[in-house]
C-alpha cells in the first residue's frame, strides 16, 4: 500500500451525525478513488438511505412533481417520486448534504420530506422528462415542422427523437398510468390521431392529434418497443419496459397498417399489481372453497373461459400460486408471459422459430411435470396434447375463448376432441367477467333498494372505480360427463348444471348487485348473452 493512499474502513466505524461529517466522510470517500455512483450507494448505506437508479424508462408521477417548482427541483437536483401516507414526499437527491434545501422543501409543502440517492446525470435526465410536460398544447407549438412529408428513415428516426415527441409520448404514457389505463389506442383518422385510454374496462378519448404530428409519434412508439421503423405494411408486434415511481411496467405493443396510416395498441401490465393471492380473485366463499378443491386435483383439465380482457390469466395465475409447493413440478407455456411467477417454470411461445403451444406442450411433457397451464387453446392439436395429458396423470389448466362454461366443453369437442375423451378427464369448466365496481365515495342506494351509480372525484365522475369479477363454475359430474358423451348440446349440459347448484354469470352478477358492489346495469352489459 503507497503511503498517502486513503484506506476506508466499514461504514460502521463513522460518525455521521452533522452535515460537516456527512461532508468530510464524502470527501474521504471520493480521495479513496471511489466513483460517484460507489461513493452514493456507499453512504447510502451509512446513512441508512434508500439507493434507485433512475434510468430512461423512469417516469415521475406527475401530481408530485407539480408540488416542487422547477428552477428550484433543477437548482437543487432534486426529484419529487412520491407522496406516501402520513404527510411524507420520497426525493431523491444526487448529493446528501442538502439540509438547507430540504428544510425549505419541508417548510413550503409542509411535509415530511424522505431522501433517495441517486445519480446525478439520472437526475438531469429524470428532471427533464418530469418538467417537460407542459400540456399537449405546448408540445404541439413545439412541433413546428409538417412532419407529413418525413418519408425517409433517417429523417422520422431523428424526429421521432426530438424533445417536443418525447415529451407527448411521455406524458401519454404518465396519464394511461395516473388513471389505471390498462390500454391505450392510437387510432389514425383522415384528421389526425385519436387517443384513447381503456379505464375499467371502457374506452374513453383523451386527446387527438393532428395529423401532420402521426409520423413522428408513432415513429417513437416503434422506437421504443424495438420495431421497424421503415416497415408499416404488415403488424407488427413489441413491447416498452417502464419504471414509473416503484413500480415496473410491461407494455406489449401491436401496430397495424389502417387505410389512415399505422394504428397502434398498447397493453399495460403492471408487475406490482397482480393479484396472485387466490382470495382475491372475488369469488363467493363457496365458490372459493370449491374452486380450490378444483384446482387440488391430481390429474385432469380444468378450463377458465371469457372474453379477452376478462381476467382468465389472473386467475389462471392466482390458483398456480395458490396450489405450488416445493413438491409440485408447474410448467407454463404462454404467449406473452405476463407476469413471472417465483417457483413456476414459464416457457415464452414463439411461433416464429416454431415454439407454438403444441411444440411447447411436447417438450414440457418430457420435464416430468406434475401441472401444466396452457395459456390458451386455440386448435385441435394443442386441445389434443392437454387432453391426452390430463388422461396420463396431469393436472392441466387453460383458458378458451366462449362466452359461458358449458360451451367450453361442446367447444372442445368441436375442435375434434372425442367426447368418449373428453367426459372423464375434463374436471371442470368456469367463465368469467370482469365488472365495473361502484365507487364506495359516491355510490347510493334508491328508493327500490337498488345500488345506483351517481360520480364524484374520487370515480372522475363515472361512478365507478376498479374492477370485480362475476364467475360461472361447472363441475363434471356423472350426470353431466353422460351427456358429454352423449352428444348433448351446451344448453342441456347447463341446464343440468344449475340443477346441481351451478350459478350462472347472471346470477352471481345479481348477488354482487344486491350487496352494492356494482350495479344491476353493469351485470346486465356484460353478462346479457347469459
Given at each position: ?336 408471459v405476463e407476469y413471472q411467477l417465483r417457483g413456476i417454470d414459464q416457457i415464452q411461445v414463439n411461433p416464429k422459430v416454431g415454439l407454438t403451444f403444441a411444440a411447447a406442450l411436447r417438450s414440457i411433457l418430457r420435464q416430468d411435470p406434475d401441472v401444466i397451464m396452457v395459456g390458451e387453446i386455440r386448435d385441435f392439436e ?149
Amino acid at each position: 500500500m503507497q503511503e498517502n493512499e486513503i484506506k476506508l474502513l466499514p461504514p460502521t466505524f463513522y460518525d455521521l451525525s452533522s452535515p460537516d461529517r456527512i461532508r468530510g466522510w464524502w470527501q474521504r470517500v471520493r480521495q479513496a478513488g471511489e466513483s460517484e455512483q460507489d461513493a452514493l450507494k456507499s453512504t447510502a448505506e451509512l446513512l441508512g438511505l434508500e439507493w434507485m437508479e433512475l434510468d430512461k424508462t423512469y417516469l415521475a408521477e406527475p401530481g408530485v412533481v407539480q408540488l416542487v417548482p422547477e428552477n428550484f427541483a433543477k437548482n437543487h437536483l432534486l426529484l419529487p417520486l412520491a407522496k406516501e401516507q402520513d404527510g411524507v414526499v420520497r426525493v431523491a437527491v444526487a448529493t446528501p448534504f442538502l439540509g438547507t434545501s430540504v428544510s425549505e422543501m419541508e417548510q413550503a409543502l409542509d411535509m415530511t420530506v424522505h431522501m433517495v440517492l441517486a445519480p446525478a446525470d439520472n437526475l438531469v435526465d429524470a428532471l427533464e422528462r418530469a418538467y417537460s410536460g407542459e400540456g399537449m398544447e405546448g408540445v404541439f407549438t413545439s412541433l413546428d415542422e409538417d412532419l407529413d412529408s418525413l418519408d425517409d428513415v433517417e429523417d422520422l428516426r431523428d424526429m421521432a427523437q426530438a424533445a417536443p415527441v418525447i415529451r407527448l409520448v411521455n406524458n401519454t404514457f404518465r396519464d394511461a398510468i395516473a388513471q389505471g389505463a390498462s390500454d391505450i389506442h392510437i387510432s389514425p383518422y383522415e384528421d389526425g390521431l385519436e387517443i384513447r385510454f381503456r379505464v375499467d374496462g371502457i374506452l374513453h378519448v383523451v386527446n387527438t392529434v393532428p395529423r401532420k404530428y402521426q409520423a413522428a409519434i408513432i415513429s417513437r412508439i416503434k422506437i421504443m418497443s424495438n420495431l421497424d421503423i421503415a416497415e408499416r405494411r404488415i403488424p407488427q408486434d413489441g413491447r416498452i419496459r417502464l419504471k414509473m415511481e416503484q413500480s415496473d411496467y410491461d407494455i406489449r405493443v401491436a401496430s397495424t397498417p389502417t387505410v389512415f396510416g399505422e394504428g397502434v395498441v398498447m397493453r399495460i401490465l403492471d408487475k406490482s399489481s397482480i393479484k396472485v393471492d387466490i382470495s382475491d380473485v372475488g369469488f363467493e366463499p363457496d365458490m372459493l372453497e370449491t374452486w380450490k378443491s378444483l384446482v387440488h386435483r391430481p390429474h385432469g383439465a380444468i378450463l377458465v373461459t371469457g372474453p379477452t380482457g376478462s381476467g382468465k390469466t389472473t386467475t389462471l395465475y392466482a390458483s398456480l400460486n395458490y396450489i405450488k409447493s416445493p413438491e409440485l413440478k408447474i410448467i407454463t407455456t404462454e404467449d406473452p408471459v405476463e407476469y413471472q411467477l417465483r417457483g413456476i417454470d414459464q416457457i415464452q411461445v414463439n411461433p416464429k422459430v416454431g415454439l407454438t403451444f403444441a411444440a411447447a406442450l411436447r417438450s414440457i411433457l418430457r420435464q416430468d411435470p406434475d401441472v401444466i397451464m396452457v395459456g390458451e387453446i386455440r386448435d385441435f392439436e394443442t386441445a389434443e396434447i392437454a387432453i391426452q395429458s390430463s388422461l396420463t396423470g396431469h393436472l392441466v389448466l387453460s383458458t378458451l375463448h366462449t362466452n359461458d362454461a358449458p360451451t367450453a366443453i361442446t367447444r372442445l369437442v368441436e375442435m375434434g376432441i372425442a367426447p368418449y375423451l373428453a367426459a372423464p378427464t375434463l374436471a371442470g369448466a368456469m367463465a368469467q367477467r370482469l365488472l365495473r365496481r361502484l365507487c364506495s365515495n359516491c355510490k347510493k342506494q334508491g328508493a327500490d333498494g337498488k345500488w345506483q351509480a351517481v360520480g364524484c372525484e374520487v370515480c372522475d365522475g363515472s361512478g365507478y372505480k376498479g374492477r370485480l369479477g362475476i364467475f360461472e363454475l361447472l363441475i363434471n359430474t356423472p350426470a353431466i360427463q353422460t351427456l358429454i358423451q352423449n352428444g348433448a348440446s351446451a344448453a342441456d349440459i347447463g341446464a343440468q348444471a344449475q340443477k346441481e347448484g351451478m350459478r350462472t354469470l347472471l346470477q352471481d352478477g345479481l348477488a354482487k348487485a344486491a350487496k352494492g358492489l356494482t350495479t344491476e346495469e353493469e351485470v346486465y352489459r356484460m353478462a346479457q348473452d347469459n
